[in-house]
């Protein structure tokens, strides 16, 4: 079996790993449901979280291997005849990102079947979980152009499945909706640059476009691609002025949020910006205008988060900042700025996922969310307060947690950087106020007095504690052995962001230097933030308050504009009656069809009608004579049994005209209109009364110069020369190529099955529809 | 009002409808016929029940959720696509085995989902009188 086609070359991995790991998920969703019905929520969560588990093991198995050199790579046939394949690699940069999907995928699993509880629930849940850390994995691991894409939209549907979980919320589903749209308009863009890259880079293949770059900058084509692939990373990671749909996605399950919106979903727009940073990067425009896209979130997100009372708001406001520290770093681009990248990027993921567990074993245990009624937990609750704990502090920068390593590279990372001053100032207030939220999220609601709440708190099950707890204490280990980290996962992530691997591992103590000063800065200004917290919040409620004119209110504008308007057209052109809707339909092709026969001047060939036969004469007579009594008829009862008759005439006419199959299925059809019309004319008393005889007149005078329209149509096509080649074709290959004697049938089932498919999928989703307007109103 | 005489045709014409509905499946690649008219005439068997009895009545002769009917048909004919990926074949490409080939299935598929979509409307209209 071949599927390779000259020009495309094949590379393929010594086994199919890159493609099992990709697909496992996938394989493994839909096992979901049957798996947590059969054997509870829990015991199904433990179970599916082998998927990620093995995964994750195999990664950090296939490693080494995917470190030394450029990766592994693999090429698997997908759309040959397109030449496009589904090209996989595995280096650094992808290591790094699927060992956190995996590892923190596999945690989440865990947790969410026990937080869910129910098994129905919990197995669709897992069901699109599952599919979604998939689809991630499929972003990091694609090396094609077109692979990345596919799977980057399939992140935007599976989050989109996720954070509207709960559908039967008018918030979920406005939150869902909100998030699938931003994102998929910056799918569309980066569709749109990635295939200018492709086209100015004579690659659809990562690596290779990489070795492309100065074609690539002297192409005329780079600030196009620049300025799309921006936007799909700014849509997908939140930065400003993109960034409102992420706190919206809090209405998702808390598993989800912690995947989603801490280490996985919202980390693509980061990959795939660092991804490019060797293609696109180190250019003034890239520079200039990533760092600034950066710096302005990485502030916004610390200044939005420090108001916010609600535990998952806190967080995702701190995770917008986050980001654009992440963008920032990837913006400055020098090597120091991308250790700082990969370092932050690990301990964002740990803690960030820690605290959101957190958050929803603290709501799952207490019934409370927000942190001003929360307190005390720490007896109730010590093994969930230690991991938060681990977590606040990795987050708050204190040593010795992998924060406080990343910290201080962050800030000699920018130390050095053109605008290095305002960096540094904006740096240190943005960490200041994180840790602000660090404390609210990960220390307040653990210490001072217990605080009464909807629940009495009790330690949370082993399922909701193994997550937070290993987080946390991976950040402590990675912490104090930040060689480690080094080895693990950042020189790997600096050797292909920036070209070579950093010369010197991390390490926590740097002696005292200006980042250490700096370090000890933010956590002075940070606790006076903590002491100061009433007033600051007070200072910052203010704020939000404006912040509701920001860009969230354009883009609700921007969408009410575009539904009032498709609202008025359809309004005008469908009408509230059915009756109008029709009449512009007939008017409308009708006027098409006169300017189309006017234009091509009508010929018409001779119709002998005086020598038809008697049959064909009483056929046509019939038909006209019904055609009148429709006009006439008193009820509409009797108008449908009459358009009936007609129907069945209209039937003749085609069995007579050998059209055997278009006969027997339009008698079956006629039979069916006429008992739906009289079903629903049982909705509709007094119809008749409803249309005067001017209406009739009105009506009837439309629908008869319709039809002598589309009777001069259908003559004058009789004398069209038509290219009958597919015709032709169709007829000699049913048998030899069909296997069947009957053309129409073998074009329907065969030939042009895929039609086929999507009309009856389309009657399918009719179907539902109408079951829905007649069965899902409102009662009352 | 019921109609004795109306209920015993039903009766009587019911498993013919079910049997020439098979039949038109069945010869439609030959000769006039096909999934498609065989899923009206069979679900018209049924709107018949519903019409001289009750839906209850022909839902119960249904056995079968008609909605359910729809999936199964789309799943059915979507598998049938792919029985050729499993060859090596394109997508949708026709494998034959005799006299019986994945068109055949396809065709069974059009048949299933048109019996779904004709009973789910017409159920659920004449349920809502």
Redesign the interface.
């Known amino acids: 079996m071949s599927f390779s086609k000259a020009g495309h070359e094949v590379r393929r991995g010594p086994l199919l790993i890159l493609l099992i790991v990709v697909l496992a998920g996938f394989v493994a969703a839909p096992l979901a449901p049957w798996l947590c019905r059969s054997l509870g929520a829990t015991r199904g969560g433990a179970l599916l979280a082998l998927v990620p588990l093995t995964l994750c093991a195999t990664l950090a198995a296939i490693g080494p291997e995917a470190l030394a050199g450029r990766g592994i790579f693999e090429a698997h046939p997908w759309v040959s005849g397109l030449g496009v394949g589904l090209d996989l690699r595995l280096d650094g940069l992808a290591l790094v990102f699927a060992l956190l999907i995996t590892g923190i995928g596999s945690l989440v699993v865990l947790y969410a079947g026990a937080y869910l509880g129910d098994p129905g629930q919990a197995g669709r849940f897992l069901l699109f979980l599952l599919a979604f850390m998939a689809s991630m994995l499929g972003v990091v691991l694609a090396d094609g152009v077109i692979t990345l894409f596919v799977f980057w939209e399939l992140t935007s549907v599976t989050s989109w499945l996720l954070i509207g979980f709960d559908h039967e919320k008018a918030e979920s589903r406005r939150a869902a909706l909100q998030a699938l749209l931003v994102t998929a308009l910056g799918g569309v863009a980066l569709l749109a640059g990635l295939l200018l890259l492709g086209a100015a880079g004579g690659s659809m293949r990562l690596s290779e476009l990489e070795g492309a770059r100065s074609a690539i900058l002297s192409s005329g084509l780079y600030e196009a691609i620049l300025v799309l692939v921006l936007l799909g990373a700014a849509t997908k990671s939140a930065q400003f002025p993109f960034h409102f749909w992420l706190p919206n996605a809090m209405a998702a399950p808390t598993p989800a949020s912690a995947y989603l919106h801490s280490s996985t979903m919202v980390k693509a727009g980061v990959y795939l910006l660092a991804r490019l940073s060797p293609t696109l990067g180190a250019t003034e425009l890239f520079t200039l205008t990533v760092t600034s896209l950066g710096a302005a979130t990485f502030v916004l997100g610390a200044v939005l988060a420090a108001p916010q009372t609600k535990l998952k708001r806190l967080l995702a406001y701190s995770t917008v900042s986050s980001l654009g520290l992440l963008v920032m770093l990837l913006g400055v681009g020098t090597q120091a700025a991308v250790v700082a990248a990969g370092a932050y990027l690990v301990a964002h993921a740990l803690f960030k996922a820690a605290l959101f567990l957190v958050a929803g074993a603290v709501d799952h245990e207490t019934g409370e969310r927000d942190v001003e009624k929360l307190g005390g937990l720490r007896s109730a609750m010590p093994i969930t307060a230690a991991a938060a704990g681990l977590a606040a502090l990795s987050m708050a920068g204190i040593p010795p947690l992998l924060g406080f390593v990343a910290k201080e590279v962050v800030y000699e990372a920018a130390l050095p950087a053109p605008g290095g001053v305002l960096v540094i100032g904006l740096s240190v207030v943005a960490n200041a106020l994180l840790l602000l939220v660090a404390f609210e999220s990960g220390v307040r609601p653990f210490v001072g007095a217990l605080r009464e709440t909807p629940r009495k708190p009790h330690e949370a099950p082993a399922a909701l504690s193994v997550g937070p707890v290993l987080l946390g204490a991976a950040g402590l280990a990675l912490g104090m052995a930040p060689a480690l980290a080094s080895s693990l996962f950042v020189d790997g992530f600096v050797a292909s962001v920036h070209g070579e691997a950093p010369g010197k591992p991390l390490s926590f103590w740097h002696g005292f230097t200006p980042a250490l000063g700096l370090s000890a800065l933010t956590v002075v200004i940070g606790l006076a933030a903590v002491a100061l917290r009433a007033t600051l919040r007070r200072a910052g409620r203010n704020l939000a308050a404006a912040a509701r004119f920001g860009p969230e209110r354009a883009w609700d504008a921007l969408w009410s504009a575009l539904l009032s308007i498709a609202r008025a057209q359809t309004d005008l052109l469908q009408g509230r009656r059915l009756r109008h809707g029709l009449a512009l339909t007939a008017l409308a092709s009708g006027a098409f069809v006169v300017s189309g026969l006017l234009a091509g001047g009508l010929r018409l060939p001779p119709i002998d009608v005086v020598s038809a036969p008697l049959a064909e004469w009483a056929l046509g007579g019939l038909l006209v004579l019904g055609c009148v009594a429709a006009l006439l008829a008193r009820t509409a009862l009797a108008a449908v049994a009459v358009l009936g008759i007609i129907g069945t005439l209209v039937t003749l006419v085609f069995a007579r005209f050998s059209a055997p199959d278009l006969a027997v299925t339009q008698f079956v059809i006629e039979t069916l209109t006429v008992i739906l019309f009289v079903l629903v004319l049982f909705h509709l008393p007094n119809y008749a009364r409803l249309s005067r005889p001017s209406t009739r007149l009105r009506d009837g005078l439309l629908a008869t110069s319709f039809g002598v329209v589309m009777t001069l149509l259908a003559l004058s096509v009789g004398s069209l020369r038509r290219d009958d080649s597919i015709t032709r074709f169709l007829a000699a290959e049913s048998v030899p190529g069909g296997h069947g004697r009957n053309v129409v049938n073998v074009i329907l089932v065969d030939f042009r099955a895929l039609d086929t498919l999507g009309e009856i999928t389309v009657l399918g989703v009719a179907a539902v529809g109408a079951f829905a307007l007649l069965k899902l109103r409102p009662r009352g | 009002m019921k109609s004795l005489v109306l209920q015993t045709t039903t009766r009587l014409f019911e498993p013919l409808f079910l049997v020439f509905s098979l039949f ?1 499946l069945l010869r ?10 065989g899923g ?2 069979a ?2 068997a049924f ?1 018949l029940r519903a ?1 001289a009895f009750d839906v209850a009545s022909a839902r119960r002769q249904l056995r079968i959720d008609p ?1 359910r009917l ?2 199964i ?2 799943a059915v ?2 598998a049938s ?1 792919f029985v050729s990926v499993g060859e ?1 074949l394109p997508f ?1 490409t ?1 494998v ?1 085995s005799g ?1 019986v ?1 994945t ?2 299935v ?2 069974a ?2 048949y299933v ?2 019996v ?3 009973l ?3 159920f ?6």
């Not at chain 2, 439609?28 to 008219?37: D, L, M, N």
């Open positions: 038109l439609g690649h030959h000769e006039p016929g096909g999934g498609f008219v009206l005439v679900a018209s709107v019409l909605q729809i999936g048909g789309l004919a979507l696509a090596g949708m026709g034959w006299n080939g068109p055949l396809f065709d598929g059009v989902t048109v779904g979509v004709v789910t409307i017409v659920g209209m004449a349920e809502e009188t």
